[in-house]
C-alpha cells in the first residue's frame, strides 16, 4: 500500500536525534510501522546531507541483495539509504563485515517495518555499530506544529501552572482519536474515508508484512484477532479469553500477538514493580499501535465512539499511552512506562521512570474529577516519596487544578498546547 503521495510534510521532532546519531554511528537504522513516516524522514535527512536511496520494496533490488549481499554493499555509494530493510535480513551479517572494515560515522541510514528489538539476531550482529530510533505514527504535537517540548518535560521538569483556560474538548476529543497518527489517513476529508484507509492499511500489512516475517497456516485469523485485540485495548493481557473465539492454542495466539506486535500494530505495556508495594498485578497491558486503527477496525467513528463511555476510556487512555511513548522516542533522556495495579484494582495507568526519577499519569474521559480519582497516585506518591516527583490526572477540563502536593488534575490539552 503506497499512499505517501496523499499524505502532507509534516515536520518530525525524532530529526535531530537522526541528526545526532549520524556524527558518531556508522548505521542509523529508523523503525517504525508501515506508512507513519520513515522514509519521508529518512529522505528528508538523506537529501541535505547527500545520501542516494535504494529501497527493498523494489524486487529487483530485494533479489540482489539477497544473492549477493557482500557484493551488493559493495557496490553501494558512499552514503545510502537502503528502506524497508527488515525484507532482507541476510543483509544485516554482511553489514557488519563493511562496517567493520570501514567505520566512518553515517555511512548507512536503514529503515524498517519490523521490529527489529524483537529478532535479537539482527540486533546483534550489529551492537556497537547500530543507533537504533523509533518513529511513531505524528504525534498531537507534531500534527499542530508545536515544539518537542510537551508533557514528559512538564512532570519532570518545573511542572504545571494554572496559565490560560483551554476550553473543553466534547465530541472534538473523539474524533481527535478516531483519526489517528497516520500522515495518509489524516489527510483525508471525512471520518468514513478516515476508516477506509485505515482498513485497507491493516488487510495490506497481514497479506504482505506477515507473510515476510512467518509462515502462517491460517492468515485469516489475523484480522480478526487484531479486532479483538482493538475491543481489548487498555486491558490486562488475557490469551485464554483472547483464543476462545478461534479455536487455537494459547501459544498459538501468543505467537500471533507477537508477530502483529513485530509490525507495530500491537504493543505491551509492562507491568511496574517496587519492593514497597505488595499483591501486584504482574500482567502486561494490552494497547493498539495507534487509535485510529483501533476504532476503526471496530466501525467507531467519532458520533459512536463519543456515545459508547466504556469503549471511549479505553480508547482514550491508549491514545495517551501512544502520545507519551511518541513524545519519549525523540526527547534525550529515557523515560520508561509501566502499568501499575494491584489486587486490591487499585492502579495507576502510567508510571513513568526516568533518571531515577518516578511520575504517575491517570486518564479519566471526563470533564469533573475528585479527589477519589487520586487515590492510585497517592498510594504510588506514599510508596517511594524519595523518587515521586510528580502525578497527573488527565481529563477534558478547562484548568490545571491541584489536589495536593505535585498532585494535579490537567487538561488533556495539554498533550499538544504550547
Known amino acids: 500500500m503506497d499512499a505517501s503521495s496523499e499524505a502532507p510534510y509534516y515536520p518530525r521532532h525524532l530529526e535531530e536525534r537522526v541528526l545526532e546519531a549520524l556524527t558518531d554511528s556508522p548505521v542509523v537504522l529508523v523503525h517504525g510501522p508501515r506508512q507513519c513516516g520513515k522514509t519521508t524522514l529518512a529522505r528528508h535527512v538523506g537529501k541535505a546531507q547527500g545520501y542516494d536511496y535504494i529501497t527493498f520494496d523494489d524486487t529487483t533490488q530485494k533479489e540482489a541483495a539477497e544473492i549477493d549481499p557482500i557484493g551488493f554493499l559493495d557496490a553501494l555509494p558512499e552514503k545510502v539509504i537502503l528502506d524497508e530493510v527488515q525484507r532482507v535480513p541476510a543483509l544485516f551479517t554482511s553489514l557488519k563485515a563493511t562496517i567493520d572494515a570501514d567505520r566512518t560515522p553515517g555511512r548507512f541510514i536503514l529503515t524498517g517495518s519490523a521490529n527489529v528489538l524483537l529478532v535479537p539476531k539482527l540486533t546483534d550482529s550489529l551492537a556497537g555499530r547500530m543507533e537504533i530510533l523509533r518513529l511513531h505514527p505524528l504525534s498531537q504535537r507534531e500534527i499542530k506544529r508545536q515544539s518537542p517540548e510537551g508533557i514528559l518535560s512538564c512532570l519532570f521538569g518545573e511542572g504545571f501552572s494554572a496559565g490560560p483556560k483551554d476550553p473543553r474538548l466534547g465530541r472534538k476529543l473523539a474524533e481527535i482519536v478516531t483519526r489517528g497518527g497516520y500522515p495518509a489517513a489524516l489527510a483525508r476529508a471525512s471520518a468514513e474515508r478516515v476508516a477506509a484507509w485505515y ?52 501459544p498459538t495466539v501468543q505467537e500471533y500477538v507477537t508477530l502483529l506486535s513485530r509490525i507495530f500494530l500491537l504493543e505491551e505495556l509492562p507491568p511496574w514493580h517496587n519492593n514497597r508495594l505488595k499483591r501486584l498485578i504482574k500482567s502486561p497491558k494490552l494497547h493498539m499501535g495507534d487509535t485510529g486503527l483501533a476504532c476503526a477496525l471496530l466501525g467507531l467513528g467519532p458520533e459512536e465512539l463519543w456515545k459508547d463511555r466504556i469503549r471511549f476510556g479505553a480508547m482514550l487512555e491508549t491514545f495517551v499511552l501512544q502520545e507519551l511513548r511518541r513524545e519519549a522516542s525523540w526527547l534525550p533522556k529515557r523515560h520508561a512506562i509501566f502499568h501499575f495495579r494491584d489486587k486490591d484494582k487499585v492502579d495507576v495507568d502510567f508510571v513513568i521512570e526516568s533518571a531515577g526519577k518516578i511520575a504517575g499519569v491517570e486518564v479519566k474521559a471526563a470533564a469533573t474529577v475528585t479527589s477519589s480519582d487520586f487515590s492510585g497516585l497517592r498510594k504510588l506518591q506514599n510508596a517511594i516519596p524519595g523518587h515521586f516527583v510528580r502525578g497527573i490526572l488527565l481529563y477534558d477540563g478547562d484548568a490545571v487544578v491541584p489536589f495536593g502536593q505535585n498532585l494535579h488534575a490537567v487538561p488533556i490539552s495539554m498533550l499538544w498546547r504550547a
Do not use: C, H, W
Open 199 to 250: 482498513r485497507d492499511y491493516a488487510d495490506t500489512l497481514i497479506q504482505r508484512d506477515v507473510k515476510d516475517l512467518a509462515r502462517i497456516q491460517s492468515l485469516d485469523i489475523l484480522p480478526r484477532l487484531l479486532s479483538a485485540a482493538a475491543d481489548r485495548t487498555a486491558q490486562l493481557v488475557n490469551m485464554a479469553e483472547m483464543s476462545g473465539p478461534f479455536r487455537i492454542t494459547r
